[in-house]
């Protein structure tokens, strides 16, 4: 089957560094998006891996290990605002959108 | 640009009755697609639709689900009759093109609506 594993829930504070992890199993890949989602709003687009690797975009950045089945989301310098979901999803070999649960994410001051 | 807007944000309807979700893609997006998420668990995908054209609808649970997207625009989801586990918040997601390796462009690729919650009691 396919699955995605990801931590149910995290706590960071205001000013930190957090690395959301994320584990997959699904038949065939083709990249690896992650989304952010606040609380009754749509997903927002946060970054796409397909190659190994760190991607880096301003305070997010996302890094890719396709042999190990294997992505993380890096947050770094938080802030109240980015308390949110956060996503992962995997396009599998028919790129379809195969989701995590999402991690929640706790910003405290 | 407008965005992918779904109709309506919340609905709450009796175990038996009808409700109809209504999508919006962006215009001159071919691909929509319709997920769920279940409260607690995560997004599962329920069909794509190609312009007009069912795609691929291999994630509807069952017949009491029919979407429609007559003309290739918006697209309308019903599920009838509804039952307390069809519960959960409907998104809607729309692309221009359908993703191949070498034409992926993640910065325009899904965009997806705010959702319907959809409270069955």
């Known amino acids: 089957g396919q699955n995605i594993d990801q931590p149910t829930e995290m706590t960071a504070t205001e000013g930190a560094i957090v690395q959301i992890n994320c584990t997959y199993q699904t038949s065939g890949f083709n990249g690896l998006f992650w989304y952010q989602q606040h609380a009754g709003e749509a997903p927002t687009f946060l970054s796409y891996?397909?190659l190994d690797g760190l991607e880096e975009k301003g305070r997010f950045s996302s890094f890719l290990s396709r042999s190990k089945g294997y992505s993380y989301l890096l947050l770094k310098e938080l802030q109240m605002k980015d308390s949110a979901s956060y996503l992962c999803a995997v396009t599998d070999s028919n790129y379809q959108l195969i989701w995590g649960a999402g991690t929640k994410l706790i910003i405290k001051p | 640009e407008a965005g992918v807007t779904q109709f309506p944000s919340h609905s709450v309807i009796e175990k038996g009755q009808t409700v109809t979700l209504r999508c919006d893609p962006i215009?001159?997006?071919?691909?929509l697609y319709w997920y769920r998420r279940v409260m607690g668990k995560e997004i599962k995908f329920l069909l794509h639709?190609?312009?007009?054209?069912?795609?691929?609808e291999s994630g509807m649970p069952n017949n009491r689900f029919l979407a429609e997207r007559t003309g290739g625009t918006y697209s309308t989801l019903k599920v009838q009759p509804a039952e307390l586990e069809d519960s959960g918040v409907y998104f809607c997601?729309?692309?221009?093109?359908?993703?191949?390796?070498?034409?992926?462009?993640?910065?325009?690729?899904?965009?997806f609506g705010s959702g319907t919650r959809l409270t069955v009691v």
């Open positions: 997601a729309s692309s221009p093109y359908l993703y191949r390796r070498d034409r992926i462009n993640p910065n325009y690729g899904y965009t």
């Open positions: 215009s001159g997006h071919d691909n």
């Open positions: 891996n397909v």
């Open positions: 639709f190609v312009k007009e054209s069912k795609q691929d």
